[in-house]
């Protein structure tokens, strides 16, 4: 499984942002689809998936603001961004789950940087 994610930007506080994330290669086995982010020196943290069926879960502090969804045509996922703070900027990486039998793997793409500017 490959991941391309793409949209990232400087955006002032208040405004949108999109980012997509392509997947490409063997997807029929991923199981949840998302995106994380990382700022220096703090741990990644979830912040949208998107589950095979459906169900989308979000971290507290972007519920309300973000969506997650796809486009299973295009195998690719979209994160709107919206009424975006500072402590928003960070990298967003694009991360895909699948299990393989009694096996689960993680993928990653490479992060696009948010910043917002206040």
């Known amino acids: 499984v490959q991941l391309q994610a793409s949209g990232g930007g400087l955006v002032q506080a208040g405004g949108s942002l999109t980012l997509s994330c392509a997947a490409s290669?063997?997807?029929?086995?991923?199981?949840?689809i998302g995106w994380y982010r990382q700022t220096p020196g703090k741990q990644r943290e979830m912040v949208a998936e998107i589950s095979r069926g459906g169900t989308t879960s979000f971290a507290d502090s972007v519920k309300g603001r973000f969506t997650i969804s796809r486009d299973n045509a295009k195998n690719t996922i979209y994160l709107q961004m919206k009424s975006l703070k500072p402590e928003d900027t960070a990298v967003y990486y694009c991360?895909?789950?699948?299990?393989?039998?009694?096996?689960?793997?993680?993928?990653w793409g490479q992060g696009t940087l948010v910043t917002v500017s206040s």
């Open positions: 991360n895909a789950g699948e299990v393989v039998g009694d096996l689960e793997y993680r993928y």
């Open positions: 290669g063997t997807t029929l086995n991923i199981n949840v």
